[in-house]
């Protein structure tokens, strides 16, 4: 069993930064696949980004490429969402989760295992 604990998130004005952390127990971590989802109110969960269990490949969804990144320390068991030029639709509850998922699946909500209890995002204009 795996436990996941997101952290960093907060209240910053638009065009700020934030880095999420999602800290695994457990010593599985380097095994899975991290994914980053968000949720806004009244909206479904929206993959944002993923990265394979090795760091040497990741994904984005478009709307947030060349914005955010993804990585992961698994010495650490921990994984990171650095969000640079925030805007106030990226204002949500972000989760992070782990799965055996490869390429295309990346995106895909119901295909991971463990979940976060998520951390709230909110950008202020």
């Known amino acids: 069993q795996v436990q996941l604990v997101e952290s960093g998130g907060g209240l910053v004005q638009a065009g700020g930064s934030l880095r999420l952390s999602c800290a695994a127990s457990?010593?599985?971590?380097?095994?899975?696949?991290m994914g980053w989802f968000r949720q806004a109110p009244g909206k479904e969960r929206e993959f944002v980004a993923a990265?394979?269990?090795?760091?040497?490949?990741?994904y984005y969804s478009d709307s947030v490429k060349g914005q955010f990144t993804v990585s992961r320390d698994n010495a650490k068991n921990t994984g990171y969402l650095q969000m640079n030029s925030l805007k106030p639709e990226d204002t949500a509850v972000y989760y992070c989760?782990?799965?055996?998922?490869?390429?295309?699946?990346?995106?895909?909500?119901?295909?991971?295992?463990?979940w976060g209890q998520g951390t709230q995002v909110t950008v202020s204009s």
């Open positions: 989760g782990l799965g055996r998922i490869l390429g295309e699946y990346m995106g895909q909500a119901p295909r991971y295992d463990y």
């Open positions: 457990g010593q599985a971590f380097s095994r899975y696949t």
């Open positions: 990265i394979s269990w090795s760091g040497g490949s990741t």
